[in-house]
């Protein structure tokens, strides 16, 4: 029997990158083949190709042993073809059975919309694969984990029998992972064969049937997860050995910089999405703050740079009270903020990298003199900046858009590190950024550490959190579940806890830990399942739009 | 993202605290307009008299008399009452329909005071309101299909001119149907402009469409003042007569204001159920609003984004085109320089005010629509205050309300971005 | 990249206002925007020839015949439109000759009148240019010119005994600050409350027509008439012609320059340019670099505003000298279209004004003398601001090659909730 897909000599040139370069690869029926590769690998690229969103520029392309011209999506879908993408495509405004429907509508009379035998159906594939939906929520109402599973079910929906999922993890917890990979089996025992991507090694010798390695756009190896460890995988991925471990000196703890007692914070719909935090960062420490995305860390680091207003407790920077300052009055206290969304935020994409590096404190002397900018001092410290930051760009006054994610990534750094501070806030610092890069940020916010600053780490890469800091806080639903030191804390205990299970003896809020109370491993996956089940058939609150 | 709301507390959304007190003191102040403004310039025995026939019906309904000066107090108490109770408690999601019904209550107030001491034909009024309100509809109607599709579409006042134009001298050459024809082929025409402009170029839209409402005015102007001054065969198509709808046009009242008038009209009635239908009910409007909202989205499902945008700026195109029609054939019966005189752009602000649904925007045409009435009647009804201020008042209101109300409304997410297709 | 060698050898260089625009313009390609002019004022010819009547009255007996005088038409109008703008070579070389003063005024006149024509469009477009810049679609240039017009023309007959250097600031002050106020309002509303400028400013618009309904029929109407106009302002108050009769080249054109530097200077050297920039730029980015948007927001809008007031000004207090109502002839999209072709540059904007100005002066000779309704210079417009906005369509037609960097777009921000 012939392979249900085989990708032959796949070569696609962006203008300036040879994003694949010859690749070959092979899907049995019934496989899960894993794959990996850095980010801009090239990975994204060829399942693009495969999916017909993008033409190969050379190659072919075989299913089940037919060569197949696929030039647009409906092809794709045609041929049995369905991807996941990185970023959902789901339209928020519209209901679970729009979404699904949508391209492939179940029909009354005269191109009326059948909703309900849609709906019919959704409920049949999601009872099918344990995949839990209410055909009728709006999708800007599920959790990131429902609209995954809303994904799925839309290639269902089309009978797809290739699956391509396109890091569907990066959103998940450890638990929701776990959670997924249960319905890639069932899908895979009814016949379907998945290309699963990630840049995670863990996951990949966990599921897998097969590996690929890709690096710059070409076939490194293929394994299985019997022949390859870790090690070996990593190497393979970034062609040389690595040591993501950062070493670092013992912490020399000072005061404390930030101290944060009680605070709420509501998110845009006026949710309370930090619920009653209390933490304090001390001089000379990194402070991580991990959990899965969506769990009131962005609403966090809003207030604490002064960019959201607070609901209720207090925030102190040094020795001023700044629950309520502005960001200007933040910054000028000594906080430095490396924000979540670098283009959205961080950077002005069309001003010039001088501009950039100048965004916060282009009001003050010597940028400045009255009211009159001084262009000339401001491209002289740029230059400077740009050196010793080691930025790559042809010239400061390059627009920022035309730089590299990570060199983007070291402009806001540059910027935020030259002032004398006191505090570094940094959210998600290093998110889609190339290992050169990672390594450059994760070196200067030590650096930063050890020169007595204080800093405040959020992300959702546990190995990054566990890497740099030196205490732990885990946020659950906008509550910090547990502190603790990252000397020995160990990647499952911290994973339990950002599924907001609390093992015996921990100190957490007195409400999940009550509710919490000693919750072994095997149990805490059903609760969280339970959970997932009753979050996505809450009836929505909202108005419809129609 | 979504948070998990299911386990957390809810707080009060931001920004609906001042938008209850906004409408709050909005009514009020309506309520202190009509007291000030109407009740105190009214002479105790002063008497209205609304006369509900606006003619040509058999049925004749009898004048509704009354003495203005209660009336009117009780109107401005109501209002009171409604505003105390909104800046008290606030009427939650009800709070749009109460504007309205607050509305509908100083415009009451406000005609019993124009008509006190004389008659006031009420029925004719209402009549004209909806008459006014056709063009800005179908305006609004345009917007909404573009729009929705993701396109902005700010030449529906360039292209109902065109339209116009086009309608009146074809109309004087070959007759009104195929004048209406012309001219809906017109509006189409540019529309193709447009959406050539901003599809295939990725032209800016707003650029785009301030392009064809230059040259719209520009080309115009041009052949009016070369060839129709002139040649004046070429610019007397006549008018479309009244279609009296049999049955429905003999009920007492609501008969003739509702049930006799022309294509126009009814044309938009239908359009207006249509595209409410048609968006929210069947696959093509699916499809049109997953293109507005989220281009890749639909791309990836294999949705021509492309074609979808083009039929959407091309049927828009048409639809402007007939309430272009409707200005030459449906009203003037002749084509006069700049003669939509901004109708497409209050178009345009019905569309944004009904929030991009055919029936908000209907509601919105409505408003206007009564503003322009007034603006063609209170010289003849000879008010006591400077018509001029009376006139603002409509575009004040759109004001507040704008910030009180609608603020930031659902505007479809993509709407505005030229769609790339990557990698090809 | 080329632009990396220039800036270490010549830093200096790139700081002039000229060359920054030269700069923008020639990342593409400079020879785009005036093809661009060319091929809009070819295709206006077309439309001039082929609407020309002797085409059709001729073209049963003679095709060739019609032809030819079709393109005899579109050449009679080129011809009127470049002595109707620039003046009549003929005559000009006379009047040198002769060395006579009115001569020498008549055959300058057009040139200097074009000029004169285009002091509104410079400040309506630096207006709306402004509001770009700070991400605000400024739709209202009509309705604040027009309350603009309103002040000054009230400054400008009501105050008497002012010597000319107080009453002129003020009259023209007063201008700008009616501009400001309508543009204020819309502004506040944005910043505060989301409401959308564009439908703001439309409205404000169609408020100011009325406004200055009643005004002209009430307490701004001239006294001896039943007419909707205003007195004529008192001579202290307008601004001072530099010839004598029939030209009325002003002191306003050398206003407008200025007013252009000062945007300039204002949007590109100083702090309050940069936030502005900024916060057009990208607003989430200003708000984390901690400028105050609401302040930007309202004062970019009012500066607009004020402009476009000026440009009201300027026409009652240099031209009308007194306001009657339709004397605005759709400045609010001729400044929508400057600013685009501009590209939200001062230099950009004064030499697109220019442009429209000598069109449009030009136009009134060639509608005497070639009977072509002056409205063909709006499709002339149309036209330019077309192809300068989608760039590709004049490469397809010349056969050029794209540049290597992507033209810097015209982008404005649509709806802008
Ligand atoms: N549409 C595009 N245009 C230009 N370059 C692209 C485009 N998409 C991806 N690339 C480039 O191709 C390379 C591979 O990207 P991608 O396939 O997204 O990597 P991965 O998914 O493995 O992270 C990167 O260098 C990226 O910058
Ligand atoms: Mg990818």
């Known amino acids: 029997m012939p392979p249900v897909l085989e990708l032959r000599n796949i070569t696609k040139r962006f203008p300036g990158v040879l994003a694949n370069d010859h690749i070959d690869l092979t899907l049995n029926r019934g496989e899960i083949h894993a794959l990996l590769g850095e980010n801009g690998a090239g990975k994204t690229t060829l399942m693009n190709i495969l999916y017909g969103l993008y033409q190969p520029d050379e190659g072919e392309i075989f299913i089940n042993g037919q060569k197949a011209e696929i030039h647009s999506p409906t092809d794709a879908i045609n041929l049995g073809v369905g991807m996941v993408h990185q970023h959902f495509m789901l339209i928020p405004v519209f209901t679970v059975t729009e979404n699904v429907m949508l391209g492939s509508e179940s029909l009354q009379l005269g191109g009326v919309l059948d909703r309900k035998a849609a709906a019919e159906r959704i409920r049949e594939i999601s009872e099918a694969y344990g995949l839990a939906v209410n055909p009728d929520d709006h999708i800007r109402d599920l959790p990131v984990g429902g609209q995954q599973r809303v994904e799925i079910i839309k290639l269902l929906y089309r009978e797809a029998d290739i699956l391509i999922l396109d890091e569907p993890t990066a959103v998940l917890t450890p638990q929701e992972a776990d959670e997924l990979f249960r319905i890639m089996h069932s899908l895979t025992e009814r016949g379907k064969s998945i290309i699963f991507i990630t840049h995670k090694l863990r996951e990949v010798l966990d599921i897998a049937d097969r590996i690929t390695v890709i690096r710059r756009g070409k076939v490194v190896g293929s394994t299985t997860p019997k022949q390859a460890n870790q090690s070996k995988l990593a190497a393979m991925m970034v062609g040389r050995e690595v040591d993501l471990s950062v070493h670092k000196r013992a912490a020399k703890l000072g005061a404390a910089v930030l101290q944060v007692q009680d605070l709420k914070v509501a998110d845009d719909r006026g949710q309370l999405a930090v619920d009653g935090v209390s933490f304090a960062v001390q001089a000379g420490e990194v402070l991580g703050i991990a959990g899965v995305q969506g769990n009131g860390q962005t609403e966090l680091v809003e207030a604490l740079t002064g960019l959201r207003s607070t609901h209720a407790g207090s925030i102190r920077l040094l020795d001023e009270d700044i629950t309520r300052a502005d960001p200007r009055r933040i910054t000028e206290l000594g906080s430095a903020h490396i924000p979540e969304d670098r283009q959205r935020d961080g950077l002005v994409l069309n001003f010039p990298v001088a501009d950039n590096l100048v965004l916060n404190t282009y009001y003050q002397a010597p940028f400045s003199k009255g009211a009159v900018l001084q262009q000339n001092t401001i491209s002289e410290v740029a230059r400077e900046r740009v050196s010793k930051f080691d930025i790559r760009t042809p010239g400061v006054e390059t627009h920022a858009s035309s730089l590299s994610g990570g060199n983007q990534q070291k402009v806001i750094v540059a910027r935020e590190l030259s002032r004398p501070v006191k505090l570094v806030v940094a959210s998600q610092p290093t998110r889609g950024l190339d290992v050169g890069s990672i390594e450059y940020i994760h070196g200067r916010l030590i650096e930063s550490r050890d020169s007595g600053v204080g800093v405040l780490l959020v992300s959702s890469e546990l190995d990054e959190i566990m890497q740099l800091s030196d205490r732990i806080a885990v946020i659950y639903r906008g509550k910090i579940v547990d502190v603790l030191p990252a000397k020995g804390a160990s990647k499952e205990k911290i994973g339990l806890l950002m599924a907001g299970v609390v093992q015996k003896g921990a100190k957490a809020s007195p409400k999940v830990a009550a509710k919490k109370k000693a919750v072994t491993k095997k149990t805490a996956k059903k609760v969280a399942k339970k959970k997932a089940a009753t979050k996505t058939t809450r009836p929505t609150k909202r108005r419809k739009d129609s | 993202m979504s948070t998990q709301a299911s386990t957390i507390q809810s707080v009060a959304p931001q920004g609906t605290a001042t938008r209850r007190i906004v409408m709050g003191l909005v009514f009020l102040g309506l309520a202190a307009a009509i007291w000030f403004l109407f009740a105190n310039t009214t002479q105790a025995d002063l008497v209205t008299t609304f006369t509900l026939n606006p003619g040509g019906s058999q049925f004749n309904f009898p004048n509704l008399g009354f003495t203005t000066l209660p009336v009117l107090h009780a109107l401005a108490s109501a209002c009171a009452l409604i505003g105390a109770f909104q800046l008290a408690r606030g009427f939650g999601r009800s709070t749009n329909a109460v504007l309205g019904l607050v509305a509908a209550l100083f415009i009451f107030a406000f005609l019993s005071w124009v008509a006190s001491g004389t008659s006031l034909n009420l029925a004719g009024l209402l009549r004209a309101t909806l008459i006014r309100a056709v063009p800005i509809t179908l305006g609004a109607l345009s917007g909404i299909l573009c729009e929705r599709a993701g396109v902005v579409n700010i030449a529906i006042e360039g292209m109902m001119l065109t339209s116009a134009m086009v309608a009146a001298i074809f109309g004087s050459l070959y007759g009104l149907w195929v004048g209406l024809l012309a001219g809906v082929l017109a509006g189409g025409l540019l529309a193709v402009v447009h959406a050539i402009l901003s599809i295939k170029y990725k032209t800016d839209q707003i650029v785009s469409g301030t392009v064809i409402n230059i040259f719209s005015i520009g080309i115009t102007s041009f052949i009016s003042a070369k060839f129709l001054a002139s040649y004046r065969y070429l610019n007397n198509p006549g008018i479309f007569s009244d279609i009296q709808i049999p049955g429905l046009v003999d009920i007492p009242f609501l008969g003739p204001i509702l049930f006799s008038h022309n294509i126009f009209f009814f044309g938009m009635v239908v359009f207006l159920v249509l595209l409410h239908f048609g968006l929210f009910f069947t696959r093509w409007g699916l499809r049109l609003r997953s293109v507005g909202e989220h281009p890749k989205a639909a791309d990836t499902l294999g949705i021509n984004v492309f074609r979808t945008r083009y039929m959407a700026v091309i049927l828009g195109g048409m639809m402007a085109g007939f309430g272009g029609a409707y200005f030459t054939l449906g009203s003037v019966g002749r084509f006069d320089e700049v003669m939509t005189a901004g109708r497409g752009f209050i178009g345009l602000a019905a569309m944004i005010f009904g929030n991009w649904n055919p029936f908000g925007a209907f509601g919105a045409g409505l408003l206007f629509g009564f503003a322009d009435m007034l603006a063609a009647r209170l010289a003849i009804l000879g008010v006591r205050v400077p018509s001029e201020f009376l006139l603002m008042a409509p575009y004040v209101a759109t004001m507040i309300v704008l910030a009180g109300v609608v603020g930031r409304g659902q505007m479809p997410a993509a709407d505005g971005q030229p769609y790339e297709k990557e990698g090809h | ?333 001729d400044s929508i279209a400057l600013a685009l072709i501009g590209k939200s540059h001062p230099v950009g904007v004064v030499l697109a004004a220019l442009l429209f100005g000598f069109l449009r002066n030009g136009a009134l000779q060639m509608q005497i003398a070639a009977n072509v309704p002056v409205d063909i210079i709006s499709v002339m417009q149309a036209l330019i601001l077309a192809f300068i906005a989608a760039p590709a369509i004049i490469r397809t037609i010349y056969r050029l090659r794209a540049p290597a960097q992507q033209d810097d777009e015209l982008r404005v921000r649509g709806w802008g909730g």
């Not at chain 3, 059709?56 to 703008?85: C, K, M, Q």
């Not at chain 3, 564009?198 to 408020?207: A, E, G, K, Q, S």
């Not at chain 3, 505003?305 to 609010?332: D, H, I, K, M, Q």
């Open chain 3, 1 to 333: 990249m080329a632009n990396q060698d220039n800036e270490s050898k010549a830093p200096a260089q790139k700081k002039s206002a000229f060359g920054i625009f030269l700069q923008e313009l020639g990342r593409g390609s400079v020879l785009v925007p005036i093809l661009a002019i060319i091929t809009g004022l070819f295709l206006g010819g077309l439309i001039v020839a082929v609407t020309t009547e002797a085409v059709y009255t001729t073209w049963s007996s003679s095709p060739l015949e019609a032809i030819s005088r079709g393109v005899d038409a579109a050449l009679r109008s080129y011809s009127a439109l470049f002595n109707g703008s620039i003046g009549n070579p003929e005559r000009i070389a006379d009047a040198l000759a002769s060395g006579e003063g009115a001569a020498l005024r008549r055959a300058f006149n057009p040139f200097l009148e074009s000029l004169t024509k285009s002091v509104p469009y410079i400040f309506a477009g630096l207006a709306v240019a402004l509001g770009f810049r700070a991400g605000l679609f400024n739709i209202g240039a009509e309705g604040q010119l027009f309350m603009g017009a309103i002040c000054s023309v009230y400054v400008g007959f009501a105050l008497t005994g002012l010597p000319a250097f107080i009453h002129l600031p003020l009259a023209l002050g007063a201008g700008a600050l009616g501009g400001a106020l309508w543009g204020f309002i819309p502004g506040l509303l944005k910043a505060k409350t989301g409401g959308h400028e564009v439908i703001n400013t439309i409205m404000m618009n169609y408020i100011a027509f009325r406004l200055s309904e009643y005004l002209l029929r009430g307490p701004l109407q001239r006294p001896d008439t039943t007419n909707p106009i205003s007195p004529f302002i008192e001579t202290t108050a307008q601004l001072p012609r530099f010839f004598d009769s029939p030209i009325r080249f002003h002191l306003g054109f050398f206003v407008a320059l200025a007013a252009a530097y000062g945007v300039y200077w204002l949007l590109f050297k100083t702090r309050l340019g940069f936030e502005l920039r900024t916060v057009g730029a990208n607003p989430s980015a200003a708000r984390y670099a901690g400028m105050n948007i609401v302040l930007v927001t309202v004062l970019a809008m009012s500066l607009s505003g004020a402009l476009a007031g000026l440009a009201g000004a300027n026409e009652v207090l240099g031209v009308n000298y007194t306001l009657a109502p339709a004397f605005s002839s759709g400045y609010g999209f």
